[in-house]
């Protein structure tokens, strides 16, 4: 299970509305649909039933929620509560002033001082003027949940507001490069949420300049990355320390297996039938001679001899190593449901596919004279493409693990220069 969740939305229009009941409802549930001490299992009343059925109809994509299988299973108040919370938290449900009051005075929220906002300085914050500035702001208002769950954030620490006002203000910087707006026009406000199982905050950016500001995909995953790094860092410290010393190990097996490869890799009847297909294909093809300008058939070929040279005991063990470290990485981030890529699949190793055309094409001349079978020349030349693989093998590896190793030393430094800061600011005592 992933430790880190993270959602994002954005809002081109922040004065636009939306779904009123569901608004009313989050406005006055505390009163009306307030659970006693310990899980209500009492059925769901008739209002919560009504509005169930409007949060379908206006965000159908919800019915895929965690949280509304556990109400379908069982219709609960408690579980009723649960998916209707699920619903503001991950959807544009009001004005966006209306939001802003939601995250800094809804239930649950830890308040600093009259409301739970907080922001970049320890200046008070005016819940008024702020609910009104980000409404009339011209530009995109980018809205995000950072959520843990419950255990991890009691152990780590970031189960109050001040932990979390302090993640964010130490990762400013990258935070507005990952919304593409400049430090000196960034503004953002939060509001911690201590909910029983997955203690969160809501987040809201934006810039002063309206013509600033926009995330993709890949800066919603640095976002995701960064915030995780930060605060799994002592883990992700201890993770990299092992991982270092595992590399050391597969490195010296890949040594070993480079050094050895003197033998006739074995071909069996399935690989040598597509080596032969892939010759033919090759002989009657006037383009270029690479993977990417193939046409679709060969590429076909190309792709099942890889299938099949990943089959072999040693290549499997040490895809398997690979697909491991790469597990561990996401594991953060990501529930990784779906299976490991294959290696024909894999693009770290495309230049596989480039290795087995050049051999292909070598095999008309190789040994030709020397009395070798077609099977025994083709399980020469595939050595070549074992080697390869090795080399490949251990230089993705070792990005990996590089790449794990600098992000864990750029946070301890970040962590090193916050506490230098602080230290220097601190008043001289007379």
């Known amino acids: 299970m992933a430790k880190i969740f993270f959602t994002s939305r954005y809002y081109k229009n922040p004065a636009r509305s939306n779904v009123g009941k569901l608004l009313r409802y989050v406005a006055t549930r505390e009163g009306a649909e307030r659970l006693p001490d310990g899980i209500d299992r009492s ?9 169930i059925s409007e949060i379908l109809k206006s965000f159908p994509q919800s019915c895929e929620y965690e949280e509304y299988k556990t109400y379908s299973d069982e219709p609960s108040k408690s579980n009723t509560t649960n998916f209707i919370n699920a619903v503001t938290e991950r959807n544009d449900v009001s004005r966006l002033d209306k939001l802003v009051s939601y995250i800094a005075e809804r239930p649950g929220v830890e308040k600093l001082g009259s409301h739970g906002l907080f922001s970049q300085t320890d200046d008070k914050i005016d819940l008024n003027e702020a609910a009104e500035e980000v409404n009339n702001n011209g530009g995109t208002v980018f809205t995000h949940i950072i959520s843990l769950r419950r255990e991890d954030a009691e152990r780590l620490g970031y189960n ?15 935070m507005a490069v990952a919304h593409n707006i400049s430090l000196s026009n960034m503004k953002w406000y939060a509001g911690f949420h201590d909910k029983d199982h997955h203690p969160h905050i809501h987040l809201i950016v934006y810039s002063r300049d309206g013509k600033q500001g926009w995330i993709t995909k890949k800066s919603i995953e640095d976002m995701r990355s960064l915030f995780g790094n930060d605060i799994f860092r002592n883990e992700q410290y201890k993770l990299f320390q092992a991982e270092t010393q595992q ?8 040594k070993g297996m480079l050094e050895d490869v003197i033998s006739v890799f074995p071909v069996y009847e399935e690989m040598q039938v597509l080596f032969e297909t892939l010759q033919k294909q090759l002989r009657d093809y006037t383009g270029k001679k690479v993977y990417g300008y193939l046409s679709k058939n060969i590429k076909e070929t190309v792709n099942k001899i890889v299938a099949e040279f990943a089959k072999d005991e040693d290549v499997a063990e040490l895809y398997a190593e690979w697909n491991k470290i ?45 009395g070798y079978s077609s099977e025994q020349r083709i399980g020469f030349l595939m050595n070549g493409v074992f080697r390869s693989f090795l080399r490949l093998f251990q230089n993705s590896y070792d990005r990996h693990a590089d790449r794990f190793g600098k992000q864990i030393d750029r946070k301890l430094m970040s962590m090193i220069r916050e506490k230098k800061r ?9």
């Open 160 to 174: 109050n507001a001040k932990a979390w006002r302090n993640l964010i203000r130490r990762n400013v910087t990258e």
């Open 247 to 254: 590399r050391d190990l597969v490195k010296e097996r890949v």
């Open 43 to 51: 059925p769901s009343t008739v209002r919560q039933q009504r509005l």
């Open 422 to 430: 602080h230290t220097e600011l601190k008043p001289s005592k007379a």
């Open 326 to 370: 790469n597990r561990k990485k996401l594991s953060l981030y990501y529930e990784k449901k779906e299976p490991d890529i294959p290696l024909e699949d894999n693009k770290e190793f495309r230049s596989l596919k480039n290795d087995i055309i050049r051999a292909a094409i070598k095999s008309d001349t190789y040994l030709v004279d020397t």
